[in-house]
């Protein structure tokens, strides 16, 4: 499979692709900044599967040896619609500028299910569920992880645990390729300074 719906602000990309974390990598590469605070938000909670795409993604990244990169929300400590604003106040008052990458869930069509949208601006977080959230994100990361339709808490509870799981490692993944990029420019940059 290959990619769909790509253009300069937005890619489409399939979980099934073999090299999926690695084109997630190079579009995050591409657009994250080298000088500012990067901040992985992950959205979501660990009460409902569907759900559960950022908090897992956050989990993930939790037991990687990060340098460059900020997580906030993980299974242990979810980011979700109770505590999203004051997370969001909270990271604006930690870091000067920061870069905010927005990774949540969300329910589509059958033929988007299981594939993930990363892209350039902001996410609505608690969409799929009627939740009236500010948009947060310089760049978001959205993982279809079941259909949309009547009854959608109730599809996201119901949605499988593999499919979630499984496109958390590749998005986690991904960024831990981003977090190793930034980590080695950093780095050069250190040494052109240092001349």
Same mark, same amino acid.
């Given at each position: 499979m290959t990619s769909i719906n790509c253009n300069q602000n937005s890619m489409n990309l399939h979980t099934k692709e073999q090299l999926f974390a690695k084109n997630l990598f190079h579009f995050i590469q591409n657009n994250v900044p080298h000088d500012q605070p +990067?901040?992985? =938000?992950? +959205? %979501? #909670?660990?009460? !409902? #599967? %569907?759900? !559960? =795409? %950022?908090?897992l993604v956050g989990h993930y990244l939790n037991y990687k040896p990060l340098m460059k990169l900020q997580v906030y929300g993980t299974i242990d400590e979810p980011v979700h619609a109770k505590n999203l604003e004051e997370t969001i106040l909270n990271i604006h008052n930690q870091y000067d500028h920061p870069y905010i990458i927005a990774v949540d869930a969300a329910l589509s069509t059958m033929p988007k299910v299981k594939t993930v949208d990363v892209g350039i601006g902001s996410l609505s977080p608690g969409a799929a569920v009627k939740k009236d959230l500010p948009p947060i994100g310089d760049l978001y990361i959205k993982g279809y992880v079941n259909v949309s339709g009547f009854?959608?808490? !109730? +599809? =996201?509870?119901?949605t499988r645990l593999s499919v979630v799981m499984h496109m958390a490692k590749q998005i986690a993944q991904a960024l831990y390729y981003a977090d190793t990029h930034l980590k080695q420019q950093s780095s050069i940059f250190k040494l052109k300074g240092a001349q």
């Open positions: +990067i901040i992985v =938000l992950c +959205i %979501g #909670t660990d009460r !409902s #599967t %569907g759900d !559960s =795409l %950022g908090p009854m959608e808490f !109730s +599809i =996201l509870q119901n």
